[in-house]
């Protein structure tokens, strides 16, 4: 299922994401986080979907991430509305 879904992806990882040695967990994470095009990212459950991980997974995966300065929490989402679980790429 993953290869599926990333398979054309891969060419399109920026050069520098190489040098972040990140574990394949976060890698896959990443890409499914550029993969959406929604202005305020993407929820937890729809990166659960996207990546077949499980939503504890996703969630440390992104604070991992987070840590990193390669992801960020959105505040509010396409509507205004608050948005407690979407994330965003930096």
Known sequence: ?????????FQ???EWLWEKNLTPTEFMTYMALRYFSYPAGPTVAML???TGFDT???EETLHSLLERE???PCVEDEFGQPAD???RFC
Not at 1 to 9: D, V
């Open 1 to 9: 299922m993953i290869a599926g879904n990333y398979a054309n992806n």
């Open 12 to 14: 399109y990882a920026p």
């Open 48 to 50: 659960v979907d996207k």
């Open 56 to 58: 504890a997974v996703i």
């Open 70 to 72: 390669l992801v960020e």
């Open 85 to 87: 679980d979407r994330w």
